[in-house]
């Protein structure tokens, strides 16, 4: 299909058959990048067609290795005609969101309120979250055009036709988008940081603890409105400066306002306002020690009621068991009763013949006796 359209997607750099191209990105050495890009040269010298390169590790390659994204770069341009850059950019609170879930499949220790607020200021082997010290990296690059899209805009649509417009893909040449690497049921994500916290297999007790505290919750739990108020303002003079020079609207977003309870009391019948947003359950509160402890006190619990249903359990086998020797012996002397019954029987009816034959025999002499007279 790709080729048909005018495109390729080179293999070299490709940790499997169907990833991207992070092994440029995270190359463990020099020699081990040079002989990559040598591959990557040699394989596409004599493709006559766009080249696609693609790997969310390019974003970290551009800003921790800066050098080495540059050298990249010429490398391709000694194959090809020029080199654009088409960077996706999302909302740092969501961001944070889909990122920390992302991170807790690694085992990622961090409780999510620590990991959003350590994010303002630290990369944490990332990238920066103030996208402007991200473009000034990238504009430093040479002989490369860029073009920076918002993730937002296009989290309905999908991002697939949004990048097949950017690339120019021919209108004739219909694509169907395919989702990977879905986001894990929220239970999963909990086990997964409990996992992480406790650095053990979780036990059965635990287990059930957390499949039982995530029943009720969202699919898709988000985070506190006091963190995404804080982490909105922290970025928001960036995000308007970028929103400025590239087609980035959406990426400018409304603080939300402060929950404010006028002349509300408390007292009475009157539910307080924002009381669903109040109530709600976040990631602040799901990925904290909080939680660690009370699926400590509910396993603990349910390892006591479990203790004792099998303790009753094996009572009632036992009693199942002396039940069933009982129910044997019960059959047994009733099957011998029964032969002793049978006998009895047979024993009476043979004393009846006899008793008949003793009658029979006192009988024929008085008989005689008679006759004779």
């Not at 961090?110 to 000034?136: K, V």
């Not at 400066?241 to 404010?260: C, D, I, K, Q, S």
């Not at 203790?307 to 002397?333: G, V």
Request: glycine fraction near 4%.
């Amino acid at each position: 299909m790709l080729s048909k359209a005018g495109f390729y997607f080179p293999n070299s750099g490709k940790w499997t058959p169907d990833s991207g191209h992070h092994g440029f990105a995270v190359a463990a050495s020099l020699s081990e990048y040079e002989a990559l890009a040598d591959s990557l040269i040699d394989e596409i010298a004599l493709i006559p067609h766009h080249i696609i390169l693609s790997s969310e590790e390019f974003t970290h390659m551009l800003w921790r290795n800066t050098q080495g994204f540059q050298r990249f770069v010429d490398r391709i341009l000694t194959v090809a005609d020029r080199v654009t850059v088409i960077l996706y950019l999302r909302r740092q609170p969501d961001f944070i969101e889909s990122n920390y879930l992302e991170r807790l499949k690694s085992r990622f220790r961090l409780g999510f309120s620590p990991y959003a607020f350590a994010r303002i200021h630290e990369d944490l082997a990332e990238f920066p979250l103030d996208y402007r010290r991200l473009i000034d990296v990238l504009d430093r690059v040479h002989n490369i055009d860029v073009d920076v899209r918002s993730y937002d805009s296009i989290r309905t649509s999908g991002a697939l036709p949004d990048f097949l417009s950017a690339i120019e893909w021919p209108a004739d040449h219909s694509v169907e988008e395919c989702r990977v690497n879905e986001s894990l049921p929220i239970v999963e994500s909990l086990k997964n940081f409990y996992h992480a916290q406790m650095q053990r297999a979780l036990s059965d007790a635990e287990e059930r603890a957390i499949e039982l505290i995530a029943q009720p919750l969202p699919a898709h739990p988000r985070m506190d409105f006091r963190t995404r108020r804080h982490l909105i303002q922290q970025f928001a003079a960036g995000n308007l400066e970028l929103a400025n020079r590239f087609p980035l609207a959406t990426l400018v977003e409304a603080v939300p306002e402060e929950h404010v309870f006028g002349d509300w009391t408390g007292i009475g019948d009157v539910e307080p306002p924002h009381q669903e947003s109040i109530w709600q359950v976040t990631l602040d509160h799901l990925f904290s020690r909080t939680f660690i402890e009370i699926v400590q006190a509910v396993s603990e619990r349910l390892g006591t009621t479990q203790a004792a249903l099998e303790q009753q359990q094996r009572l009632a086998l036992e009693r199942h068991t002396q039940i069933s020797t009982l129910q044997q012996a019960l059959a047994t002397t009733q099957a011998a009763l029964t032969t002793t019954q049978t006998l009895a029987f047979e024993r009476y009816a043979q004393l009846e013949k006899l008793n008949q034959a003793l009658v029979q025999t006192k009988a024929v002499p008085k008989w005689r006796r008679i006759f004779r007279r």
